[in-house]
């Protein structure tokens, strides 16, 4: 009779828990799949960045090219993107901004686009300098260049 007691007594206390071993082997099986997705979570993470950041650059150039039908030309390197907000001096009457609905976003990373007119290869060039924040780079910390 004390045995079927004793019995029913570990059969109701392990019923009612996992084990410390138990929870172990949870952990690792949960570590090892973090492990295994994370790395594949975060790359896609930075392409999307980069994808932003393109997106983010065709919007400029399409409201620099609204900008340029307006007043006649692109805004001068000093004037920047912010001629797409307020009106500058230069641009006169002609001007019919403001061109962007809000302020000039920062690029992905929290950097500011560099404008420059005339660019390189065309009459102007926005450029993200991406992750880095620096010219040059590869991979995420790549230039991302209008164009």
Do not use: C
Request: proline residues 5%; without cysteine; charged residues 25%.
């Amino acid at each position: 009779m004390e045995v079927a007691k004793n019995y029913r007594q570990t059969a109701a206390h392990k019923a009612g828990g996992f084990t410390l071993l138990e929870l172990l082997v949870v952990i690792v099986i949960i570590g090892l799949l973090a492990a295994y997705v994370g790395p594949k979570y975060f790359a896609q993470l930075g392409k999307s960045e980069v994808t932003i950041a393109k997106a983010q650059i065709e919007a400029f150039e399409k409201s620099l090219d609204t900008y340029r039908l307006d007043v006649g030309r692109y805004p001068t390197t000093e004037e920047g993107l912010a001629a797409l907000l307020v009106a500058p001096p230069t641009a006169g009457a002609k001007w019919n901004g403001p061109y962007l609905k809000k302020g000039v976003p920062r690029d992905p990373w929290g950097h500011d686009y560099v404008y420059k007119a005339p660019g390189a290869k065309a009459e102007f060039d926005i450029t993200s300098l991406g992750r880095d924040g620096k010219a040059g780079g590869t991979g995420e910390d790549a230039d991302i260049t209008s164009q």
